[in-house]
């Protein structure tokens, strides 16, 4: 009697720079397990009518990426009230009953932190960004219990939106008032593209940023942003991005294949070299 082996991957557009199947591919050798993670590009055009046929092609679930996370949500059968809340979904499981939904990208920033800083409690938080990763990262900061989030984009209306979404604590701040909204804060963080490679700066003053709040940019390419560099050189703890895409990764491959994978730095440094 044979088994199908089961098959999980990532979807997006573009795709081809993804680094989960490097990380999936990792525990899967790691661990001895049956199983493929692929690269899988599907246009916003094709999503909604391809995903429901994988199950039929042998896959047990996949992750979702850009531009995809809000049609998941919409698509799926069951949604986990993270998800529902966050309003986006990164990991979806294929099930008897249908599509199951959820959004691991807020465990996978708390998990990041804690895992460098275990004596992170923050209370005060600077969030640079308004998009969908800001979205979970929120999301995160209420459920630890902050009690004040000051939210700045350049777009000041998505700052606000975000803000109403989310209700009380969540104050948005011009972006023009970006450097002097790091005043007493214990944590910042970046969940912008500006700063990845490719991308323009991040323009930031940190002269008002508390020496001992911790800085965690979102961005991992490069791995040391020019935010990070110049935290650390000015003594603030740092946390780079690359370590929620790995802790992100953990939930979905435990459904999948099974096993409950570590996040160490052999898995760091695969990665890395993908």
């Not at 294929?94 to 998990?111: E, L, V, W």
């Not at 209370?123 to 000051?150: F, K």
């Not at 650390?232 to 802790?247: E, K, Q, S, W």
Request: charged residues 15%; proline residues 8%.
């Amino acid at each position: 009697m044979t088994h199908a082996i089961p098959l999980a991957g990532v979807i997006g557009d573009p795709i081809a720079h993804s680094r989960s199947p490097s990380l999936h591919g990792h525990w899967l050798r790691r661990y001895g397990l049956p199983g493929h993670y692929v690269p899988l590009h599907i246009t916003p055009a094709d999503f909604e009518q391809l995903v429901p046929l994988l199950p039929r092609m042998g896959f047990v679930g996949v992750n979702v990426t850009i531009p995809h996370k809000h049609t998941a949500l919409a698509l799926a059968h069951t949604v986990t009230p993270l998800a529902r809340r966050i309003g986006a979904a990164n990991t979806l499981t294929f099930t008897p009953q249908g599509i199951h939904a959820d959004n691991t990208d807020a465990y996978g920033f708390s998990q990041n932190i804690l895992n460098a800083v275990p004596s992170w409690a923050p209370q005060t938080v600077a969030v640079i960004g308004a998009g969908g990763a800001s979205r979970a990262i929120l999301a995160a900061l209420e459920d630890l219990g902050v009690s004040e989030i000051r939210l700045t984009n350049r777009s000041p209306a998505r700052a606000r939106d975000l803000a109403d979404h989310f209700g009380h604590g969540v104050t948005p701040v011009p972006w023009d008032n970006r450097s002097d909204m790091l005043d007493g804060c214990d944590t910042l963080i970046n969940t912008t593209s500006l700063g990845m490679v490719n991308n323009p700066a991040l323009s930031l003053d940190l002269e008002a940023l508390p020496k001992h709040a911790i800085v965690n940019d979102l961005v991992y390419t490069p791995l040391e942003t020019d935010l990070l560099a110049a935290a650390r050189t000015r003594g603030n703890p740092v946390v780079d991005g690359l370590g929620m895409l790995l802790h992100q990764a953990a939930p979905g491959f435990h459904r999948w294949f099974g096993t409950d994978p570590t996040v160490d730095d052999d898995l760091r440094r695969a990665v890395l070299a993908a």
